[in-house]
């Protein structure tokens, strides 16, 4: 080995887990909305129920779930798939009726 090479020390390599922001019940949640709507995978909803930066229906549809229940009111529900598929589905077609209504 050369005199003038300074060997670097070995650094261990650190796996950094992703942090979910996501609940646990929020994911049980939305994979089971879109079990029983028949939502299929792809980005059809990211705009209408989402904020426009999800990767999927699943990510808009858990987005949309964070930001109008709380756990707290889901656990009170009687029928929360019920309920919860019911207004998501009002929410969409409120969503589409005001797309068609703006003018071009």
Known sequence: ???????????????????SKVPSYVRKLAASLMWTMQIHEGLALVFIIGEGDEYSNKRA???WLMTHY???EVSS???PLSSLGSSLANHITEHHYNKEALPC
């Open 1 to 19: 080995m050369n005199r003038n090479v300074i060997p670097f020390p070995q650094q261990k390599k650190v796996t950094i887990a992703r942090v």
């Open 70 to 72: 709380t756990e707290e």
């Open 61 to 63: 549809i858990e987005t």
């Open 77 to 79: 529900m009687e029928s």
